[in-house]
């Protein structure tokens, strides 16, 4: 099935309604947008990028990156976005992976694109090389909602990222079973902090051209930058996850925020109960979500009718998703522990090039997500935990047998383990259990971890151990780990 552009569908129905507003206060509208967009993508079009290309966005959130992402549309190439916070090797993998060759970057990251031309031959192009006044017709015009649009890497229980492909078709639904939990009123404007090279940001920007609603863009999470556009520019909708939420409260103090806040939407993992309840109190409505690159976003979300009276629950799956709970190949019954499945549209087609795990992870097409979970008398999912093994942190998701892998790969380590903590500003961080065969420092350990992971991931806390907790065969006990480090914290 295909559709018109969105973009070009927007402009033609609203083109004078705000599109972006900075919070410098600059604004552009929908017929602006597309005019950049179109012109940037004629810049490519000229400099050799066609379609079915794999091409990275290396970027951090600003207007430009907004207008290329709609730009690569119109060629049809397929984006891969880049996390900005990634090292060098980690990069080159997903590059590697991806088959892709031509990077458009921001040029604030000037000295990372260098760092991986040194070891790839990569074609660049700054974004902030802005052609606004180039002119072609020869687009995509529409969209195969089959068609893949994006591809965006997390990371996998072997150590090594996987591209998840997200269709057109997969954004449209997402968009659309949002609109259709949350509706759509004629003053909303959604503010946007979380960074758009994950999925939480990415979808955003298409709800803001489906919908026509203007997107208040943050490079990135200020809590008073964010605290004010909230009091001051009638915000309706802000996402977030457990850590931002946290100190949004904090500073809102004893003001209460204005009648226009509708949704604040809450994401990246379970939040603690205590911080709901406080939400609760103060008049803060908090829509807990459940969802996934894997999902488009958001999956399940709580309605407004029941955000205050099913704290803790992610809700129902969205309009027309499907969701059950299975254990040892059986659906659970009401109130029982098992793995969460979904099934629907906002669900991707698979991961790029890992036809093992497609095998693995799809079901007569339901989507196994590995997270575990279960179903009230009334339907509502509880996320009992992300993903075996799963550490998240801020609302960034750390497998440990990647960061595993680079510890196994120094010098002087002869084993490893990794298991999260918990931790009041992030929610958790990543605790490392090493077994050396020869003297090494702490210091030794994290600067080599430094070298080789994003900040995030590089453990808080190294433990040295004689040996390490495996069964009969050889597989890690996570669980003995995680017994001893809540014992060590008690």
């Keep these: 099935m295909k559709t018109p552009n969105w973009l070009d569908k927007r402009a033609f129905l609203s083109p004078n309604k705000e599109a972006v507003v900075l919070h410098n206060g600059k604004t552009y509208t929908f017929f602006e947008l597309q005019k950049h967009a179109r012109s940037y993508a004629n810049f490519l079009l000229e400099n050799g990028v066609k379609k079915g290309d794999h091409v990275g966005l290396f970027s951090k959130n600003c207007y430009e990156m907004v207008v290329v992402i709609h730009a690569l549309h119109y060629i049809g190439a397929i984006t891969f976005l880049l996390n900005i916070r990634l090292k060098t090797n980690e990069l080159l993998f997903q590059l590697n992976d991806g088959h892709v060759n031509?990077?458009?970057?921001?040029?604030?990251?000037?000295?990372?694109?260098?760092?991986?031309?040194?070891?790839?031959?990569?074609?660049?192009?700054?974004?902030?090389?802005?052609?606004?006044?180039?002119?072609?017709?020869?687009?995509?015009?529409?969209?195969?909602?089959?068609?893949?649009?994006?591809?965006?890497?997390?990371?996998?229980?072997?150590?090594?990222?996987?591209?998840?492909?997200?269709?057109?078709?997969?954004?449209?639904?997402?968009?659309?079973?949002?609109?259709?939990?949350?509706?759509?009123?004629?003053?909303d404007r959604w503010l946007l902090s979380l960074p758009m090279f994950h999925v939480g940001g990415l979808s955003i920007l298409y709800r803001s051209v489906i919908y026509g609603m203007p997107v208040h863009l943050h490079e990135k999470f200020d809590v008073e930058a964010v605290h004010h556009d909230i009091m001051n520019r009638e915000i309706s909708i802000v996402s977030v996850v457990t850590v931002i939420l946290e100190q949004l409260v904090e500073r809102l103090g004893e003001e209460t925020y204005p009648d226009t806040l509708r949704c604040m939407l809450l994401g990246g993992g379970p939040a603690p109960r205590l911080l709901l309840e406080k939400c609760r109190e103060k008049g803060i409505p908090?829509?807990?979500?459940?969802?996934?690159?894997?999902?488009?976003?958001?999956?399940?979300?709580?309605?407004?009718?029941?955000?205050?009276?099913?704290?803790?629950?992610?809700?129902?799956?969205?309009?027309?998703?499907?969701?059950?709970?299975?254990?040892?190949?059986?659906?659970?019954?009401?109130?029982?522990?098992?793995?969460?499945?979904?099934?629907?549209?906002?669900?991707?087609?698979?991961?790029?090039?890992?036809?093992?795990?497609?095998?693995?992870?799809?079901?007569?097409?339901?989507?196994?997500?590995?997270?575990?979970?279960?179903?009230?008398?009334?339907?509502?999912?509880?996320?009992?935990?992300?993903r075996k093994d799963l550490i998240i942190s801020g609302g960034e998701n750390i497998y440990p047998a990647e960061i595993e892998s680079v510890l196994k790969g120094i010098e002087g380590i002869k084993d490893a383990g990794v298991v999260g903590k918990s931790d009041e500003k992030w929610g958790q961080v990543p605790v490392a259990f090493v077994v050396v065969n020869k003297k090494l420092s702490k210091d030794d350990i994290l600067q080599q971890l430094k070298d080789n992971l994003a900040d995030y991931k590089v453990p808080k806390e190294i433990i040295f151990t004689e040996e390490l907790p495996r069964n009969a065969s050889q597989k890690l006990m996570r669980h003995k780990l995680e017994e001893y480090l809540n014992g060590k914290l008690e």
């Design 102 to 187: 031509t990077i458009i970057y921001h040029d604030d990251l000037i000295n990372d694109i260098e760092k991986l031309k040194e070891r790839k031959s990569l074609t660049c192009m700054n974004l902030s090389s802005f052609p606004y006044d180039l002119e072609n017709d020869q687009f995509e015009t529409e969209f195969d909602l089959d068609e893949v649009s994006h591809i965006i890497y997390t990371s996998g229980t072997t150590g090594n990222p996987k591209g998840v492909q997200l269709t057109y078709g997969n954004h449209w639904w997402s968009a659309t079973a949002s609109a259709l939990n949350l509706g759509l009123h004629e003053t």
């Design 286 to 386: 908090v829509y807990q979500s459940y969802g996934m690159t894997e999902t488009s976003s958001q999956f399940c979300t709580l309605d407004r009718e029941n955000m205050l009276l099913k704290i803790g629950s992610a809700g129902k799956p969205l309009f027309p998703g499907q969701l059950k709970i299975v254990e040892n190949n059986q659906t659970c019954s009401t109130g029982e522990i098992g793995e969460i499945y979904v099934k629907g549209p906002s669900v991707t087609k698979g991961y790029w090039n890992r036809e093992e795990a497609n095998q693995e992870s799809f079901d007569n097409g339901w989507l196994k997500t590995g997270d575990l979970g279960y179903i009230d008398e009334d339907g509502f999912l509880f996320v009992v935990d992300r």
